[in-house]
């Protein structure tokens, strides 16, 4: 009797279960019947990942000495900021122990540099730019011989049109200053009232004066030299510059280079040899 007890309870809980499984197929995806959502808060938030705290301890000088200069900025301000947070003997001295590692290393590029300056005397500008007082004062010479000479060479086929008005005072001290110009150079300098020629005037846009323009003989181009009062020495090195521009002895690019700088360290068209054997 027991027996058959137990059987028509496994036969019940079988039949239970099977008629379940049936009426759960009717429900979720396949039937269109979406899951119930989420009663609507805060967002999961992620849990933060604790800071790793860098360490002198976690390396050795040699380690230090050859990492990347952005790996060692990075360790150095991250040893900083630990110092900071929290000002103890130990963070504080690691921190200055990294910076006398970081100051080593600037003390030995520089040393390095001094060799390779002494050893290959054309990467430096020494030659081209003495800082000795001897040196500096046979440059200028140089400078003031060019540009004498260029601007004496040039005078028939260049002059400057000078665009003043007769209310401007500032003219007035330009004009004076012009004279003295004239006077060394030789060179014709051809001045215009801009009141009673504002055609020729605009036909060089001028809108300020005094005004100084750089003209060639044959050639329609020009160049502006100033706008406003400059000095004498102002004149004769923009002037200088213009001829040579316009001339065609030197591009934009090369516009402060002297002729006694070529193949120097300030001619930004000399190329070295990039397929030079040297030392890493």
Known sequence: MRRSLMVLAILSLSATASANYYNDT?????????????????????KKMPRSVPSLKDYSYEQIWEMHPDQFQEFAEALKKKAVQKPS?????????????????ALAFSNVAQFVWQKYPELTTKKDYPITTPGNLARIAQINE???????????????????RPDCSYCDEQSR???WFTNETGWTVKRVNTSENPGFAAKFNIE???????????NQDYLPVSAGVISADEIEDKAYRAVRL???DISPEEYSLYEFQKGGAFDVKKRRLQNQETNP
């Open 246 to 248: 316009l001339k065609g």
């Open 89 to 105: 003997e130990v963070n504080v001295k690691e921190y200055f122990e990294v910076q006398e590692i970081a100051r080593k290393k």
């Open 26 to 46: 009717a429900k979720g995806w396949w039937w269109y019947q979406k899951e119930p959502e989420k009663p609507a808060g805060k967002p999961e938030q992620k």
């Open 177 to 179: 200053i012009l004279d």
């Open 208 to 218: 300020i004066t005094p005004t100084l323009v750089l003209i060639q003989k044959g």
């Open 146 to 164: 060019e540009r004498q000479r260029t601007l004496r060479d040039n005078r028939d086929d260049f002059a400057l049109i000078y665009f003043q």
